[in-house]
T-cell receptor, first 111, second 113 residues
Framework: DQQVKQNSPSLSVQEGRISILNCDYT??????FLWYKKYPAEGPTFLIS?????DKNEDGRFTVFLNKSAKHLSLHIVPSQPGDSAVYFC??????????FGTGTRLQVFP | DTGVSQNPRHKITKRGQNVTFRCDPI?????LYWYRQTLGQGPEFLTY????????KSRLLSDRFSAERPKGSFSTLEIQRTEQGDSAMYLC???????????FGEGSWLTVV
């Protein structure tokens, strides 16, 4: 039972354009959401988070949007850079504080 | 470097052998987590500690797996009688408290041959 879903396994975007990565969840008890970036053979690196009391959080080029009614969140990267090429994981937690991860989306930013 | 430290980074072992991984969390972080990641999947929760107390274990953590965090500092994850299905990256993470950002180490790769 996949509680956090990233339905796009890959995404290819031109440098300078916007990258939009999507994530859906099924558990209505989730109230804290995070995005992690992962390079091969390394651990995930925290990018940005959002609490369910908000619908948007922004940090530099990264913005996360949360639509609670649709149980959907998205990560926007503007402008995309070649160094952003990596696998992006969406994660969610409830009051137990353990993270449930999606299967990831591989982003490739080309010149 | 004061990040989460894991060792060994890579381990190749024969089926049936025991292996142990160590994790040193970020200093003063009370929470310590273990996750496992296989190819094409996201990290899967295994267990976590609040100081030295193990608060939750996933059903993924069979009887062959044991984790400890003596004195609430470093943690070890032991896998007994390894099987080929145990081949994965084992990730350790830590946070100061619940709902604080969870920081991951670089992972320990296990290959069971």
């Amino acid at each position: 039972d996949q509680q956090v879903k990233q339905n796009s396994p890959s995404l290819s975007v031109q440098e300078g354009r916007i990258s939009i990565l999507n994530c859906d969840y099924t558990n209505s008890m989730f109230d804290y959401f995070l995005w992690y970036k992962k390079y091969p053979a390394e651990g995930p690196t925290f990018l940005i988070s959002i609490s369910s009391i908000k619908d948007k959080n922004e940090d530099g080029r990264f913005t996360v949007f949360l639509n609670k009614s649709a149980k959907h969140l998205s990560l926007h990267i503007v402008p995309s850079q070649p160094g952003d090429s990596a696998v992006y994981f969406c994660a969610a937690s409830d009051n137990t504080d353990k993270l449930i991860f999606g299967t990831g989306t591989r982003l490739q930013v080309f010149p | 470097d004061t990040g989460v430290s894991q060792n060994p980074r890579h381990k190749i072992t024969k089926r049936g052998q025991n292996v142990t991984f160590r994790c040193d969390p970020i200093s003063e972080h009370n929470r310590l987590y273990w996750y496992r990641q296989t190819l094409g999947q996201g990290p899967e929760f295994l267990t976590y500690f609040q100081n030295e107390a193990q608060l939750e274990k996933s059903r993924l953590l069979s009887d062959r797996f044991s984790a400890e965090r003596p004195k609430g500092s470093f943690s070890t994850l032991e896998i007994q009688r390894t099987e080929q299905g145990d081949s994965a990256m084992y990730l350790c993470a830590s946070s100061f408290q619940g709902r604080d950002t969870i920081y991951f180490g670089e992972g320990s790769w296990l290959t069971v041959v």
